[in-house]
């Protein structure tokens, strides 16, 4: 029969023997209780089950907010809109498509949450203790390249506003005249401050994280509002919802609205195979899924409405469509209000890019080596690595970016099909979470010397479908679906495979297990 296992008070853990500190260690993501039995090999403090989960539901749809709120969202819900879809079929495929982000969030919340522990360690019940490095190392990878290309892309706009000011800088942003390796001078100055803004914002730890996210998220609606509205009056209140320069018609309507729903989901992709590393700090699982519903469905839709309104209004007040908004600021004629507006989605890529691309690679890169690598280490290996990809010389070669990111994308679906198909499937909800940090083969996670073969055989199967649809000419057509494909293949592989491979929730009744 099995033993669900309750959370501790900080009383009742130093009573059973377990660690909350070890030595100076500065816990950045939050202070772990270990317990003695935990192999050093396994555990250190930013990977130990937590010993206080406190975030609300507000932390929870900030987080949504930062992760909405940047030039990259804006640009993808501005996107939909030109794809010669009418106004009123890019909300439906808007609302579906990020109620599908939702469900799966919640899936994949549920397991972390309930134990305290980020992706990496979760996954340690999938592929094994030692095989989760597999999806770590990759999920890691990801990250490191976007947060290069994000830090970038908030340069850039720092960069317009620069030159805006001080006319003089102009020759030092053009990289022809002031340039090395692909970026000018003052991109390199930018880039710099903005890749030192964030460090220190992550250095500080998680809850300085989250009090910036908090703060982050509703500042961007402030001067979104105050951007709409300017523009809205300067069109005269009267603008053209169909952004689009061709309709469509037939079956070409429905598979557009099909391909526009994928790619809500896809753009979604990444932070929602780790939000465990972020669900892990939620008080309650129905506080999770409160700050998913209004920082996904609610939050996503009015931000949405705005993005369209701003790019509408656009076209008759500079007599063209913009749907870049640091394209869109660069217009504004008023010094302060480019000030403003500049700063404030500079702050809005620095909050996407510390959820999305920092803490996730933090925790990764951690669960390799805990006892060498800490989570604040992990961050910057990550950060040191965006440098190193010379991210400008990947967003300007489009070619690179696309083989590149998108040989490591065909991953996401499957890793998070493999993950929710055991978790819910297999093993029934039920995590031990004193196995996820011993090597002992006895462990009910130890599997074949610290691997799973069944989830490692299902992620392969899964990712060569979702490369196949990426690369392979004739296939082409599937593109914009390869995350569900990945997806669909990794879970019903798993769920298949896994049980005629030994591999069942049997072994976890005679455990203490959390549910």
Not at 141 to 164: F, M
Not at 329 to 354: K, S
Not at 384 to 391: A, I
Not at 414 to 430: D, E, N, S
């Amino acid at each position: 029969m099995t033993q669900i296992q309750q959370p501790l008070s900080e009383s009742a853990a130093d009573a059973a023997g377990f660690a909350t500190h070890h030595g100076p260690h500065d816990h950045g993501a939050g202070t772990g209780l270990i317990k003695p039995s935990y192999d050093p090999r396994l555990a250190n403090e930013d990977l130990a089950p937590l010993k206080d989960q406190n975030w609300s539901w507000y932390n929870i749809f900030a987080f949504w907010m930062s992760d909405v709120h940047s030039v990259g969202g804006y640009v993808t819900a501005g996107s939909l809109f030109a794809l010669g879809l009418t106004s009123w079929q890019v909300f439906i495929c808007l609302i579906v498509g990020i109620t599908i982000v939702l469900g799966f969030c919640n899936l994949v919340a549920k397991p972390s949450q309930r134990t305290g522990v980020p992706y990496p360690v979760i996954c340690r019940a999938v592929f094994g203790v030692l095989g989760a490095n597999i999806p770590a190392i990759i999920r890691g990878l990801i990250a490191v390249a976007w947060y290069g290309i994000q830090t970038y892309l908030a340069s850039a706009s720092l960069d317009i506003l620069l030159v805006r000011i001080w006319p003089n800088l102009e020759p030092y942003s053009n990289v022809a005249q002031h340039g090395f390796l692909g970026l000018s001078a003052l991109g390199y100055v930018t880039f710099a401050i903005l890749w030192v803004a964030q460090a220190a914002v992550f250095w500080t730890g998680m809850d300085t994280i989250r009090r910036f996210i908090d703060f982050a998220g509703p500042a961007v609606y402030v001067v979104m509002i105050a951007l709409c509205v300017y523009l809205l009056s300067k069109a005269g209140w009267s603008v053209d919802l169909n952004l689009s320069n061709h309709t469509l018609s037939g079956t070409s309507v429905f598979t557009t609205m099909l391909a526009a729903t994928a790619l809500v989901v896809s753009y979604f992709s990444g932070p929602m195979l780790n939000f465990g590393d972020f669900s892990r700090y939620g008080k309650t699982f129905k506080a999770v899924k409160q700050g998913n519903f209004w920082g996904l469905p609610v939050n996503f839709v009015f931000f949405s409405l705005l993005t369209v309104l701003t790019a509408a209004a656009t076209l008759p007040v500079y007599g063209k469509l913009i749907t870049d908004p640091v394209e869109t600021v660069g217009h504004i004629d008023n010094t302060y209000a480019l000030v403003l507006a500049a700063l404030t989605f500079a702050t809005a890529t620095i909050g996407i890019n510390i959820v999305a691309n920092f803490v996730s690679p933090a925790f990764d890169f951690s669960n390799v080596a805990p006892q060498k690598i800490s989570w604040r280490m992990g961050g910057m290996i990550a950060a040191v690595g965006s440098v190193l990809l010379t991210p400008w010389n990947l967003y300007n070669n489009p070619e690179t970016i696309h083989y590149t990111l998108d040989t490591l994308g065909a991953f996401i679906g499957p890793l998070f099909g493999v993950l929710i198909a055991h978790y819910y499937a297999v093993h029934k909800q039920r995590v031990c979470i004193d196995d996820l940090f011993t090597l002992d083969p006895s462990g009910a996670y130890h599997y074949k010397r610290g691997y799973n073969p069944p989830a490692i055989i299902a992620t392969a199967l899964a990712a060569l479908c979702a490369l196949a649809v990426v690369f392979v000419p004739g296939a082409k057509v599937l593109d914009d679906y390869s995350w569900f494909i990945g997806c669909g293949v990794g879970f019903v592989a798993y769920a298949l495979i896994a049980p005629r491979m030994g591999v069942s929730d049997r072994v976890l009744d005679s455990k203490k297990c959390v549910k």
